[in-house]
């Protein structure tokens, strides 16, 4: 079946650092990947699309000079959180689609700012 | 806009038992239907996808769900629960197979022995 991982899966940093999280699609080419956010004991929110060589199109009340996306090529798309602050602090899962009705989902990131 | 609602954000079944997580929906155009899986600290796994054909879909791990149009609804049942199915279930609803996924708010289901 269709594996996207996500690396980091956890990751510490400090209060105004800069952190990246990699979302990858293993076995097949993704033409499409989302980002969400999921809070604890919350539902995924969605924060952006992404589409490989655009740019990606964020949801209302997501800042996209904080939360910059990369879809450099159709396996790879990146998550950075710039001048990240531990509000940032949540856990970070992407997906990945090829073809319509398929969505596959990373393992997650756990991002802790202290 | 379209939306999901999961009734009851905890159901505990003994194992053994019945197990109904209850989605309905809301949607302008014909749903695509999905539910997920979430185990601690993981991503999602998909169990079962509703995409116009049958009514009744049949997934992973013995689940399966029933589309009733007239009722808005996608519950996700299981005919025996087993421990291992203790986890967080999520239902979702998309436009069209390859948009964003709007999720409920997820049901955690524990599994009493």
Redesign the interface.
Known sequence: GAVVSQHPSWVICKSGTSVKIECRSLDFQATTMFWYRQFPKQSLMLMATSNEGSKATYEQGVEKDKFLINHASLTLSTLTVTSAHPEDSSFYICSASERIYEQYFGPGTRLTVT | AQSVTQLGSHVSVSEGALVLLRCNYSSSVPP?LFW?VQYP??????LL?Y?SAATLVKGINGFEAEFKKSETSFHLTKPSAHMSDAAEY?CAVSE???T???????TRLSVIA
């Open positions: 695509y997920y600290n993981q991503g999602l796994q998909l996808k995409t999520f069209s197979g390859n964003p996924l709007v999720f409920g708010k997820g």
